[in-house]
Protein backbone atom coordinates (compact mmCIF):
# COMPACT_ATOMS: atom_id res chain seq x y z
CA UNK A 1 0.00 0.00 0.00
CA UNK A 2 1.56 3.54 -0.72
CA UNK A 3 2.04 5.63 2.34
CA UNK A 4 3.73 8.49 3.57
CA UNK A 5 6.92 8.11 6.58
CA UNK A 6 8.79 10.72 8.38
CA UNK A 7 11.83 10.08 10.32
CA UNK A 8 13.33 10.07 13.23
CA UNK A 9 9.81 9.84 15.04
CA UNK A 10 11.66 11.60 17.95
CA UNK A 11 14.62 13.90 17.92
CA UNK A 12 16.50 15.86 20.46
CA UNK A 13 19.05 18.51 19.79
CA UNK A 14 20.82 21.15 20.68
CA UNK A 15 20.67 25.10 20.03
CA UNK A 16 22.66 25.81 17.16
CA UNK A 17 22.71 22.41 15.56
CA UNK A 18 21.58 21.92 12.05
CA UNK A 19 18.90 19.10 11.95
CA UNK A 20 17.04 17.48 8.86
CA UNK A 21 13.76 15.51 8.87
CA UNK A 22 13.01 13.12 6.29
CA UNK A 23 9.72 12.29 4.72
CA UNK A 24 9.20 9.83 2.22
CA UNK A 25 5.58 9.18 0.14
CA UNK A 26 4.79 6.39 -2.09
CA UNK A 27 1.64 7.84 -3.51
CA UNK A 28 3.50 9.19 -6.63
CA UNK A 29 2.06 12.44 -5.40
CA UNK A 30 3.90 16.06 -7.09
CA UNK A 31 2.34 17.81 -4.05
CA UNK A 32 4.18 17.80 -0.65
CA UNK A 33 4.20 19.57 2.49
CA UNK A 34 5.71 20.59 5.38
CA UNK A 35 3.73 21.23 8.75
CA UNK A 36 4.42 22.52 12.10
CA UNK A 37 1.91 22.01 14.94
CA UNK A 38 1.70 23.74 18.33
CA UNK A 39 -0.62 24.36 20.93
CA UNK A 40 -3.09 27.44 20.55
CA UNK A 41 -1.53 27.88 17.15
CA UNK A 42 -2.77 24.68 15.10
CA UNK A 43 -1.28 23.38 11.97
CA UNK A 44 0.68 25.52 9.90
CA UNK A 45 2.37 25.43 6.70
CA UNK A 46 6.28 25.77 6.87
CA UNK A 47 7.23 25.28 2.95
CA UNK A 48 5.63 23.08 0.45
CA UNK A 49 6.63 21.48 -3.57
CA UNK A 50 3.88 21.30 -6.28
CA UNK A 51 6.80 18.95 -8.09
CA UNK A 52 10.84 18.40 -8.62
CA UNK A 53 12.82 20.93 -8.31
CA UNK A 54 10.12 23.10 -7.09
CA UNK A 55 9.82 24.70 -3.83
CA UNK A 56 7.93 27.49 -2.18
CA UNK A 57 7.53 29.11 1.42
CA UNK A 58 4.74 28.68 3.54
CA UNK A 59 3.17 31.15 6.25
CA UNK A 60 6.17 30.01 8.92
CA UNK A 61 9.49 29.53 6.79
CA UNK A 62 11.96 31.79 8.43
CA UNK A 63 15.29 28.92 9.74
CA UNK A 64 14.03 26.42 7.57
CA UNK A 65 14.71 24.89 3.91
CA UNK A 66 13.97 22.10 1.73
CA UNK A 67 14.93 20.88 -1.60
CA UNK A 68 13.29 18.56 -4.24
CA UNK A 69 15.33 15.97 -6.04
CA UNK A 70 12.79 13.67 -6.43
CA UNK A 71 9.06 12.58 -6.61
CA UNK A 72 9.01 10.80 -3.18
CA UNK A 73 11.24 13.21 -0.80
CA UNK A 74 11.14 16.69 0.52
CA UNK A 75 13.37 16.79 3.22
CA UNK A 76 13.21 19.81 5.64
CA UNK A 77 15.74 21.31 7.39
CA UNK A 78 16.54 23.55 10.64
CA UNK A 79 19.59 25.08 9.38
CA UNK A 80 20.70 26.75 13.04
CA UNK A 81 18.07 24.74 15.69
CA UNK A 82 16.24 27.31 17.97
CA UNK A 83 14.43 26.56 20.92
CA UNK A 84 11.39 28.01 19.21
CA UNK A 85 11.45 25.17 17.03
CA UNK A 86 10.39 22.62 19.56
CA UNK A 87 7.20 21.46 17.78
CA UNK A 88 5.75 18.30 15.96
CA UNK A 89 6.36 18.79 12.55
CA UNK A 90 3.92 16.81 10.02
CA UNK A 91 4.82 15.77 6.27
CA UNK A 92 1.95 15.71 3.74
CA UNK A 93 1.24 15.12 0.26
CA UNK A 94 -1.52 15.51 -2.19
CA UNK A 95 -2.73 14.59 -5.92
CA UNK A 96 -2.86 17.69 -7.37
CA UNK A 97 -4.30 21.62 -6.18
CA UNK A 98 -7.75 21.25 -4.73
CA UNK A 99 -7.20 17.83 -3.26
CA UNK A 100 -7.28 16.87 0.03
CA UNK A 101 -3.99 16.46 2.07
CA UNK A 102 -2.75 13.17 3.36
CA UNK A 103 -0.73 12.78 6.61
CA UNK A 104 2.54 11.36 7.47
CA UNK A 105 2.63 9.86 11.27
CA UNK A 106 4.64 13.27 12.76
CA UNK A 107 8.12 14.23 13.87
CA UNK A 108 8.79 15.21 17.61
CA UNK A 109 11.16 17.52 17.58
CA UNK A 110 12.98 19.10 20.93
CA UNK A 111 15.78 21.74 20.88
CA UNK A 112 17.38 22.56 24.04
CA UNK B 1 -8.67 37.58 11.02
CA UNK B 2 -7.58 34.01 10.49
CA UNK B 3 -8.12 32.02 7.69
CA UNK B 4 -10.20 29.72 9.44
CA UNK B 5 -11.87 29.65 12.34
CA UNK B 6 -13.34 27.12 14.80
CA UNK B 7 -14.64 27.22 18.44
CA UNK B 8 -11.81 25.37 20.15
CA UNK B 9 -14.57 23.74 22.56
CA UNK B 10 -14.40 21.59 24.06
CA UNK B 11 -17.84 20.01 23.16
CA UNK B 12 -19.25 17.27 24.74
CA UNK B 13 -22.40 15.02 24.06
CA UNK B 14 -23.60 11.75 25.46
CA UNK B 15 -23.25 8.81 23.67
CA UNK B 16 -25.76 8.08 21.01
CA UNK B 17 -26.37 11.98 20.38
CA UNK B 18 -25.27 14.30 17.51
CA UNK B 19 -22.00 16.11 17.45
CA UNK B 20 -22.34 19.53 15.77
CA UNK B 21 -18.94 20.93 14.62
CA UNK B 22 -18.50 24.53 13.06
CA UNK B 23 -16.43 26.27 10.73
CA UNK B 24 -15.93 29.50 9.13
CA UNK B 25 -13.34 30.90 6.50
CA UNK B 26 -12.14 34.34 5.30
CA UNK B 27 -12.17 34.18 1.58
CA UNK B 28 -14.72 33.53 -0.01
CA UNK B 29 -13.31 32.65 -2.99
CA UNK B 30 -12.28 29.25 -1.69
CA UNK B 31 -12.99 26.19 -3.76
CA UNK B 32 -12.50 23.27 -1.43
CA UNK B 33 -13.28 22.05 1.96
CA UNK B 34 -11.82 19.31 3.92
CA UNK B 35 -12.23 17.93 8.13
CA UNK B 36 -9.66 15.63 9.43
CA UNK B 37 -9.80 14.34 12.48
CA UNK B 38 -6.96 14.19 14.68
CA UNK B 39 -6.53 11.43 18.04
CA UNK B 40 -4.13 12.69 20.60
CA UNK B 41 -0.46 11.96 20.11
CA UNK B 42 -1.09 10.90 15.95
CA UNK B 43 -1.53 12.78 12.99
CA UNK B 44 -4.54 14.21 10.98
CA UNK B 45 -6.48 11.70 9.27
CA UNK B 46 -8.93 12.76 6.75
CA UNK B 47 -12.82 11.92 6.91
CA UNK B 48 -14.69 14.04 4.59
CA UNK B 49 -14.24 16.53 1.40
CA UNK B 50 -16.90 18.77 -0.08
CA UNK B 51 -16.42 20.83 -3.19
CA UNK B 52 -20.20 22.07 -4.05
CA UNK B 53 -22.97 24.05 -1.47
CA UNK B 54 -25.30 21.93 0.15
CA UNK B 55 -24.76 18.48 2.61
CA UNK B 56 -22.38 15.44 1.77
CA UNK B 57 -22.88 12.23 4.01
CA UNK B 58 -20.40 9.54 4.44
CA UNK B 59 -22.22 6.69 7.39
CA UNK B 60 -22.02 8.80 10.27
CA UNK B 61 -20.80 11.88 9.06
CA UNK B 62 -22.02 14.69 7.62
CA UNK B 63 -20.72 17.39 5.96
CA UNK B 64 -22.30 21.06 4.89
CA UNK B 65 -21.09 24.07 2.93
CA UNK B 66 -22.70 26.93 2.42
CA UNK B 67 -20.66 29.32 0.40
CA UNK B 68 -22.85 32.25 0.98
CA UNK B 69 -22.36 32.57 4.40
CA UNK B 70 -18.57 30.89 4.11
CA UNK B 71 -19.29 28.14 6.71
CA UNK B 72 -18.56 24.66 6.95
CA UNK B 73 -19.68 22.25 9.01
CA UNK B 74 -19.93 18.67 10.25
CA UNK B 75 -22.42 16.52 11.81
CA UNK B 76 -21.36 13.24 13.51
CA UNK B 77 -24.59 11.34 14.25
CA UNK B 78 -24.64 8.17 16.81
CA UNK B 79 -22.03 9.60 18.43
CA UNK B 80 -19.51 7.11 19.36
CA UNK B 81 -16.33 7.39 22.73
CA UNK B 82 -14.00 6.51 19.76
CA UNK B 83 -15.09 9.77 18.28
CA UNK B 84 -13.22 11.58 20.87
CA UNK B 85 -10.93 13.73 19.20
CA UNK B 86 -9.81 16.76 17.80
CA UNK B 87 -11.65 18.06 14.79
CA UNK B 88 -9.81 20.28 12.28
CA UNK B 89 -11.18 21.98 9.51
CA UNK B 90 -9.08 22.88 6.37
CA UNK B 91 -9.64 25.14 3.39
CA UNK B 92 -8.01 25.64 0.08
CA UNK B 93 -8.47 29.23 -0.37
CA UNK B 94 -8.49 30.66 -3.98
CA UNK B 95 -5.04 31.52 -4.27
CA UNK B 96 -4.80 27.60 -3.40
CA UNK B 97 -3.08 28.40 -0.39
CA UNK B 98 -4.23 25.69 2.32
CA UNK B 99 -5.05 26.76 5.70
CA UNK B 100 -6.20 24.64 9.12
CA UNK B 101 -8.03 26.04 11.23
CA UNK B 102 -6.78 25.41 15.32
CA UNK B 103 -9.35 22.53 15.95
CA UNK B 104 -12.50 21.85 17.74
CA UNK B 105 -12.35 18.59 20.94
CA UNK B 106 -14.77 16.62 21.15
CA UNK B 107 -15.82 13.78 24.27
CA UNK B 108 -18.36 11.35 23.89
CA UNK B 109 -19.36 10.60 27.06
CA UNK B 110 -20.55 6.87 27.13
Known amino acids: DAEITQSPRHKITETGRQVTLACHQT?????MFWYRQDLGHGLRLIHY???????NKGEVSDGYSVSRSNTEDLPLTLESAASSQTSVYFC???????????FGPGTRLTVT | QKEVEQNSGPLSVPEGAIASLNCTYS??????FFWYRQYSGKSPELIMS????GDKEDGRFTAQLNKASQYVSLLIRDSQPSDSATYLC??????????FGTGTSLTVIP
Open chain 2, 27 to 32: DRGSQS
Open chain 1, 92 to 102: ASSEGLNYEQY
Open chain 1, 49 to 55: SYGVQDT
Open chain 2, 90 to 99: AVNNQGNQFY
Open chain 1, 27 to 31: WNHNN
Open chain 2, 50 to 53: IYSN
